[in-house]
């Protein structure tokens, strides 16, 4: 595994990652670790930690981010009935994400997951931020707003921003594709 994790950036690709999480021993946690964070685009360390009480306050529940210690609010009205069927025989205090040991999952236990359904996919790029790259790619691919997915993503330009997602190499082999001179 390199470490030029990419997003998903198409829905087959998103349903291949899923089809293969189905087949886990732990599918529905791991499906909905998944679901949670390309629909947040929450780090990982974020999203392993999270608990019943964290999700069900609100619509848009605050959570203090551990690598920036910054407050974020999680905007998640769109997976309600996802997070109410999944955490309705959970008790409030209760890991969203539990580990078969006790506890919650570790990031590096979703990381070796992950490795798992990469080479089944025949992929080398994939790691635990590839959830949180597959949302800022298609929240801008769905809405063009940079500035926004930077304020979300906590970047400090978005040029930043931009490379993160890898929409640069995107854009700029779009507009090349059919760009000739001298023809």
């Not at 205090?93 to 979703?110: C, I």
């Not at 930077?150 to 090349?176: A, P, Q, V």
Request: net charge positive.
């Amino acid at each position: 595994m390199g470490y030029n994790v990419q997003p998903l950036r198409s829905q087959q690709e998103i349903n291949d990652f899923l089809f293969c999480l189905r087949r886990n021993k732990n599918a529905e946690r791991d499906v909905f670790l998944f679901l949670i964070g390309i629909n947040s685009g929450l780090r990982m360390s974020d999203i392993v930690k999270l608990k019943k009480k964290d999700v069900i306050t609100s619509k848009n529940p605050r959570i203090v981010e551990q690598k920036t210690g910054k407050t974020r609010i999680l905007y998640l009205s769109s997976l309600q009935d996802l997070i109410h069927g999944y955490t309705a025989a959970l008790d409030p205090e209760a890991y969203l994400f539990p580990s078969t040991k006790g506890g919650h999952l570790e990031v590096n236990t979703v990381y070796q997951m992950f490795q798992k359904v990469a080479n089944l996919l025949g992929r080398d790029d994939i790691g635990t931020h590839t959830l949180r790259k597959t949302f800022g790619y298609h929240y801008y691919k769905k809405t063009k707003d940079v500035a926004t997915l930077m304020e979300i993503f906590g970047h400090s330009s978005e040029k930043i921003t931009k490379r993160y997602i890898g929409i640069n190499e995107d854009e700029i082999s779009e507009t090349l594709l059919t760009f000739r001179l001298g023809f």
